[in-house]
């Protein structure tokens, strides 16, 4: 079986592809590569996969929608993870467009690929923040998530919506996967496991939102990919039973699941392992809250359990020490 992973260059979609073909399968990657963050090191990402017969990677977006097109007509697939998006909370402030153009003109496209050779499920990454100021925690797939913060989470919760859609039109099971603050070795530089490494390990003050007043549901890149995986397995079916008003279940063949660790970590105790896994002391410089942030991320993650067996193994420490150790070794310091 081939296999579609869109964003094959990025964090999640990298790791993704290089575990399938791992366990033998055989794996198309697109990706446009674009400079959101350094092309660099999403190129060094792909170069992990060069020795691999079975992959190949193709340079486009899936906005495009000519280039989408050739792509059907030139493979089938029988599963896709969908893992390609413009993401960053605070850039979709700046730059909305192209949260318009990748999260939504890009995923309508995924959808019409899946529709048009019936694949047999169609994974998918949505967020935690959907979930936006809800108070509720933990965060459960039927809390409703009607009002997103931020753009690039309305975009996130439309790509649910759209999938529902499709599932109810025309039967393609979809699984939407809300991610909840993945970090790990080759992560995002975007994001605060790297930028709170990277500033420690070069003696650079970090900046503190929230004067620190902040937790996260930090989740290990491999607890990730194991659930990925596993939720590939459980292909949602078409129901004739009732299935009550939750957002999260259907009696077409759709579902959304919660994929964290479970254990909300505060910002405070994820600087400190960090600066226990290099040995040096962070310089601290105290802020207000960023615009379209959230105080606090805690995934309930019981119906993915349910479904599927997932249950996250990393601890906050033992991960850090992996980003440390790696970004070390990356950058040469």
């Known amino acids: 079986m081939t296999i ?52 190949t990677f193709i340079h486009m977006g899936i906005e495009d929608r000519t280039a989408m097109t050739e792509l059907t007509e030139k493979h089938q697939f029988g599963l896709i993870y969908h893992m390609a998006a413009q993401a960053g909370v605070r850039y979709s402030i700046e730059n909305p467009a192209a949260y318009i ?16 050779q019936q ?14 100021e809800n108070e509720t925690q933990p965060f459960s797939e039927h809390h409703a998530v009607d009002h997103p913060v931020s753009l690039y989470a309305a975009t996130k919760k439309a790509n649910e919506v759209m999938a529902h859609s499709y599932s109810h039109l025309y039967g393609i099971p979809t ?21 709170f490494s990277r ?3 070069e003696g650079t003050p970090i900046k503190v939102f929230n004067y620190g007043n902040m937790e996260r549901d930090f989740t290990y890149i491999d607890d990730i990919i194991q659930g990925i995986l596993k939720a590939a397995d459980a292909i949602p ?45 962070a310089e601290k410089i105290f802020m207000d809250i960023q615009p379209g942030d959230v105080p606090s991320t805690f995934a309930d993650v019981a119906m993915l359990q349910q479904k599927t067996g997932y249950f996250p193994v990393t601890d906050i ?7 440390v150790k790696w970004y070390r070794n990356y950058y040469q310091i």
């Open 101 to 116: 153009d990748s999260n939504l003109v890009g995923f309508a496209n995924v959808l019409e690929l899946a529709r048009q």
């Open 237 to 281: 079916e078409r129901s004739t039973k009732p299935t009550g008003n939750s957002p999260a279940t259907s009696d077409a063949p759709y579902q959304v699941f919660n994929i964290g660790n479970a254990k909300p970590v505060k910002l405070m105790d994820f600087i400190a392992a960090i600066e226990t896994a290099s040995g040096l002391f």
């Open 175 to 195: 699984t939407g996967l809300r991610f909840f603050t993945v970090y790990g070795p080759w992560g995002r530089p975007d994001m605060a496991p790297f930028l």
């Open 4 to 55: 579609l992973v869109t964003g094959a260059g990025g964090f999640i979609g990298n790791e993704l592809s290089l575990q399938l073909l791992l366990l033998g399968y055989r794996v198309v990657g697109i990706d446009n590569l674009d400079d959101y963050y350094s092309v660099q090191l999403k190129q060094d990402r792909l170069a992990r996969l060069d020795g691999f017969q079975r992959f």
């Open 317 to 323: 420490q033992t991960g850090v020490n992996e980003v």
């Open 119 to 132: 694949v047999k499920h169609l994974i998918y990454a949505s967020s935690s923040s959907v979930y936006g």
């Open 199 to 201: 500033a420690i390990l």
